[in-house]
């Protein structure tokens, strides 16, 4: 996913509310998604992915969405907590050599204890 | 992260300088990438390596070389570096592109600042 600007989007939301985060991708042949969470100061890392032929699929407390005709993604957070708070971005792949994938620029979402 | 060690976290550095960052991995990994990350652009791949020796380029590779003589280690240099090069960089590794896997993401490192003055 790609979106132009110097500044991240943001997202507050209080503590035990659900979180939606969004993901516009820019490659229609793209086949596999992952989204990743950073912290302050760490690297990226992997919360969870999902296949083009899949629609949703959940983990623990997280759902990834995907809209293959609008090119979209979208993170659902359940019982959003305050170690939920990070940077969230999408990355896609066409699965092709060198297994290299695209980055949006990121969602910075603050948890509001 | 486990299994991957950027060094060093932080660097300050001259214009015209030469620098060389290190990324070392115990995973055994095939695939190994720096990406550097800048406000409004999120992550962008510099170079990628597929193998001991075997190196491709990415999006931002000018100006940035790398070598990759050892399963465990990816060394990138900036020749000479330049204020546009004051970033953060990420270096990751990735098992395999086998779409049988369920998860072919990446693993990052903890990366490394760098600023040129």
């Known amino acids: 996913g790609e979106s132009v600007g110097l500044h991240l989007p943001t997202l507050s939301v209080q503590e035990g509310d659900n979180s939606i985060i969004n993901c516009a991708y820019s490659?229609?042949?793209?086949?596999?998604f992952i989204w990743y969470k950073q912290e302050s100061g760490k690297g990226p890392q992997f919360i969870i992915d999902i296949r083009s032929n899949m629609d949703k699929r959940q983990g623990q407390r997280v759902t990834v969405l995907l809209n293959k005709t609008v090119k979209h993604l979208s993170l659902q957070i359940a019982a959003t907590q305050p170690g939920d708070s990070a940077v969230y971005f999408c990355?896609?792949?066409?699965?092709?050599?060198?297994?290299?994938?695209?980055f949006g620029t990121g969602t910075s979402l603050t948890v509001i204890p | 992260d486990a299994g991957i060690t950027q060094s060093p976290r932080h660097k300050v550095t001259e214009t015209g300088t030469p620098v060389t960052l290190r990324c070392h991995q115990t995973e055994n990994h095939r695939y190994m990438y720096w990406y550097r990350q800048d406000p409004g652009h999120g992550l962008r791949l510099i170079h990628y390596?597929?193998?001991?020796?075997?190196?491709d380029k990415g999006e931002v590779s000018d100006g940035y070389s790398v070598s990759r003589s050892k399963t465990e280690d990816f060394l990138l240099t900036l020749e000479s570096a330049t204020s546009s090069q004051t970033s953060v960089y990420f270096c990751?590794?990735?098992?395999?592109?086998?779409?049988?896997?369920?998860?072919?993401?990446?693993?990052f490192g903890s990366g490394t600042r760098l600023t040129v003055v």
């Open positions: 990355a896609e792949t066409l699965g092709n050599t060198g297994n290299q994938f695209y």
């Open positions: 390596s597929y193998g001991v020796k075997d190196t």
């Open positions: 490659n229609s042949a793209s086949d596999y």
């Open positions: 990751a590794i990735s098992e395999s592109i086998l779409r049988q896997k369920t998860n072919y993401g990446y693993t």
